[in-house]
């Protein structure tokens, strides 16, 4: 097993860097999926399938993005929608996207993986039929998800369509249990599969305060997105689909 007990440190502004995220989710790849499996309740799987089914109906996916695809596996949950459609997949993490391309070969798309940042890419204006982007926005500041739905805005065909998921903070009775579990019982999941915490006490800093998918579904509808927003599970993940006028 890859492993990389290197604690990720950073002052409090620069945990969404650029290098930052990347090399957390670099040293955290190895086991990455098994934690995020715990960090959902084993729920990830099936919250990727209802964002999925989320995303609004379309004549014709040609062409689209997966964004954030971290080890590609929201793959698994993509339907028959997605058949015959050119799908990129764009991460900033190298050894994340090693691995998801070693997934490739699972499944009866046309998959494609890039090394990219999706905050500063050069993807064409007006050329994607959909994009999707599964437990990614909480690496995000509120600046950076307003550049995002600025991506979103100017990436989509007109009609095209768009659905996001991330773990949330449920504004209910089990918000003190759900943050003390990512907070305290992931990081001692990542110290007994990684032998490091800190990196996965990254996850529940990062939850706590990104909240939900709120903000980024009032910064794509005041880009004239036609934007709805989903709860999943009592508000332990959020998203938010919709499409380009």
């Not at 006490?201 to 909240?211: D, E, I, N, Q, S």
């Amino acid at each position: 097993m890859e492993r990389d007990i290197k604690p990720q440190k950073a002052k409090a502004d620069d945990i969404y860097s650029k290098d930052f995220v990347s090399g957390l989710f670099d040293s955290m790849a190895a086991t990455y999926g098994v934690t995020n499996y715990f960090a959902s309740f084993g729920f990830a799987e099936r919250w990727r399938h209802q964002f999925i089914k989320q995303l609004p109906d379309h004549p014709y996916l040609e062409v689209g993005y997966d964004m954030m695809t971290g080890m590609g596996e929201v793959w698994a949950s993509f339907d028959n929608r997605f058949k015959g459609a050119e799908i990129i997949a764009l991460d900033i993490s190298p050894v994340m996207l090693a691995k998801a391309e070693k997934r490739l070969h699972k499944y009866e798309l046309t998959i494609t993986v890039d090394q990219v940042d999706v905050l500063a890419n050069s993807i064409p204006d007006n050329s994607a039929d959909f994009i999707v982007s599964s437990f990614g926005l909480k690496t995000f500041n509120k600046v950076q998800l307003g550049m995002l739905a600025d991506e979103v805005a100017r990436i989509l065909r007109p009609d095209g369509v768009f659905s996001f998921v991330e773990i949330s903070v449920p504004q209910n009775v089990l918000k003190p249990f759900y943050m003390f579990y990512l907070k305290h019982a992931i990081p001692v999941i990542g110290k007994l599969f990684q032998g490091n915490a800190e990196n996965y006490r990254m996850l529940g800093k990062y939850t706590a305060k990104f909240k939900d998918c709120r903000l980024f579904h009032d910064l794509l509808s005041e880009r004239g997105l036609d934007v709805k927003y989903n709860s999943y599970f009592y508000g332990c993940a959020t998203g938010v689909s919709g499409r380009k006028l």
